[in-house]
């Protein structure tokens, strides 16, 4: 948020959208595909990204309905200086296919520097 401020105090034209799921949704998705949903640390409080960035002097929006979206952006784009989106996640619905990144790679049959056995076979020995 610090960067966000700076870009503030300057006048970056700057977009930033928070994808806000409540947590480290990229990491829960690692921790459901690698630990059959046993998860750690990735659920927190909610923040409301877009009053913490009004705080700082940012014009920022929250959406809560992809419907939303375009007037957002359209909103976002014609701001002065750093806009933010708050992007309600919680309220939107999951990603139709969930992010997994390198931790689908482990389970391809592909020959990668990732492939063999899933790293969850450590932790269930």
Request: charged letters at 15%; glycine letters at 12%.
């Amino acid at each position: 948020m610090g960067e966000l401020s700076a870009a503030a105090q300057y006048g970056v034209k700057l977009l930033v959208m928070v994808f806000n799921d409540g947590g480290h949704g990229v990491l829960r998705s690692y921790q459901d595909a690698l630990f059959d949903g046993r998860r750690v640390g990735v659920d927190m409080t909610p923040v409301d990204f877009a009053q913490v960035a009004q705080g700082m002097g940012v014009s920022a929006k929250g959406v809560t309905a992809a419907g939303g979206f375009a007037r957002a952006l359209t909103w976002a784009l014609a701001q002065p200086g750093p806009p933010l989106l708050d992007m309600d996640m919680r309220s939107i619905g999951p990603m139709a296919v969930p992010y997994r990144g390198v931790a689908r790679l482990a389970f391809t049959d592909q020959p990668t520097q990732l492939s063999g056995t899933p790293p969850r076979a450590a932790v269930d020995t």
